[in-house]
């Protein structure tokens, strides 16, 4: 039996998000069990930049609820995304999940290629702003094979279903979370190197993918937009190999570091008695919290 891991990205009980994250688990065809992860209810703290889970064992020095999470994915055997989106983004829980990102790098071999569909929820038609871009590059950063993401609008709690057609697009999900793999690379609009559909314009015709970061060319051709996105050979987004020399360079950053202390020491100094902070009153993990214990 497959086990479908949903993280879902709101702190509504019942809301929408999750309500279409369990009308895509009724709409499977496959035997599974659904476990889902209420992304804001957990404890996952900063991520320190400490590095600590490239080396040793592996692990994150930091005791809360991500190593629970890591768990459940590892376990997994596909993955629906949902997140609503808060001032045209995704909630911050799923960026906070994403900043501990690091941990995955030695577990990419396993978890390359499981399948992940994604779902975003809007209140206002139009207004998603960058949510599914959000939740599609997290399910790149997560090396997982994203299948079909869509974009759905519901305000209230269940107002998502107040419009029929929503659940279909939640069968539409279910069909791709374990179908073939989507004719990205035969559509004009997306991009052939990754399937995103958002792009940077850093001039008249010069574009960059904002999902797998790939530079390329916008070009006309019988009327018709095309982009000719060139992905940078070994990129680490694109293959699970390239995945696995990024994190070998992410653990050269010490050795890097080590070799260049003073001198960036000496860059960084001069600035340390700039300005003002406004100062914690000893919120639990800041540097003006730990001072006062």
Known sequence: MNRILALVASPRRLGNSELMAKEISRNLSQPHRLQLVRLPDMDIRPCRACYTCLYDEHTCSQDDDFSRILEAILKADAFILAAPAYLLAANASLKRFLDRGLSLHHHFRELWGKPAIAVTVAGIPGMEGYTKLCLESAARLMGLELKASEVVYGALPGEVFLDEGNRQVARDLAVALFGPPPPWRSLPWRCPACGGDTFRFLGPD?????????????EVKEG????????????????????????????QMKERFQAKKQELKAICLPYLHDGEWLESRGVP??????AQK
């Open 206 to 218: 010069r574009v960059r993918c904002m999902t797998c970061s790939s530079p390329g060319r916008v």
């Open 224 to 251: 018709q937009i095309t982009f000719a996105v060139e992905p940078p050979e070994d990129h680490f987004f694109l293959t699970v190999e390239g995945a696995v020399r990024h994190g070998e360079w992410l653990r």
């Open 285 to 290: 993990g800041s540097a003006q919290g730990k």
